[in-house]
């Protein structure tokens, strides 16, 4: 059964203090597992109840060199977000980000805030297999609980790194990079937008205040979606998805 100091090192990753601590994230439910268990991440231990266990007999039999153990169901809503936990959960390692895998098509994302976005932004990108993401230095974490349940296996194929914005941005660009910012204040349309070559990255701004000022002088390429309605904007990660549409399909 899982002890108290374990018990109280799985809580404390719900915060980005205690993932920098040790280097791990929760991860919840079957679907969660089964995807890292096929992957190149390690999972450092898992947790099963009975109930679960007796249910789900194949699946363990998939997990190798993994510790397994016996957590009841009132220890497992200790150190669970979910209110309703599936009966399964492990600690991973961290991925760690390589910058120089991070290779074009790519999104580079400026101060976004919100886990749902961000989580949803990422499983966006790998639908329309984009599998290196940029975050500025104020972007919320990507290993945040709610990012990562969001994400739905996301970022276990992905590149994600941090990176300071301004200077990535100028080293894309001397690298021939096409630099294509979203944004509402132009009167450029989506449907003009030509891609070059596959050397490009999409750049996404905050939900609240767009663009960054800094960045914003950066950019050479500005586009935005014809608008129909009345509303004031769209979700970023809405946005985000519709921009990899319309790119995904002239390539």
């Known amino acids: 059964m899982i002890s ?5 090192k799985i809580r404390s990753l719900d915060s980005k203090k205690g993932r920098d601590l040790y280097s791990l994230i929760l991860i919840e439910g079957k679907r969660l597992i089964e995807q890292v ?3 190149n991440y390690n999972i450092s231990k898992i947790w099963i ?4 266990s007796n249910k789900n007999a194949n699946l363990i039999s998939k997990i190798k060199d993994i510790s397994i153990d016996l957590i009841s169901d009132r220890d497992l809503k200790k150190i669970t977000a979910t209110q309703n936990p599936s009966g399964i959960v492990g600690v991973l390692e961290i991925p760690k980000g390589n910058p120089e895998k991070l290779n074009q098509p790519l999104i580079i994302l400026d101060n976004i805030a919100d886990p749902g976005n961000l989580g949803t932004i990422l499983r966006t990108a790998e639908w329309f297999g984009i599998h290196n993401v940029a975050l500025s230095k ?5 290993y945040n609980s709610k990012v990562v349940r969001s994400a739905m296996g996301a970022h276990f194929n992905m590149n994600i790194i941090r990176i300071k914005i301004e ?3 100028k080293k894309l660009q001397s690298d021939n990079f096409q630099i294509i910012a979203a944004d509402l204040n132009t009167d450029k349309s989506i449907e003009s937008l030509n891609l070059k070559n596959d050397k490009w990255a999409l750049l996404m701004g905050s939900e609240a205040h767009g ?3 800094s960045v914003k002088n950066l950019i050479d390429c500005k586009i935005k979606i014809p608008q129909v309605g009345k509303i004031e904007s769209l979700n970023v990660s809405v946005a985000c998805g519709i921009f990899l549409y319309h790119m995904s399909k002239i390539k």
Do not use: H, R
């Open 4 to 8: 108290k100091s374990e018990i109280n």
């Open 37 to 39: 268990i096929t992957s």
């Open 211 to 213: 663009l960054s000022p």
């Open 167 to 169: 200077e990535y941005i």
């Open 49 to 52: 109840t009975d109930d679960f």
């Open 138 to 142: 104020d972007c919320v974490d990507p």
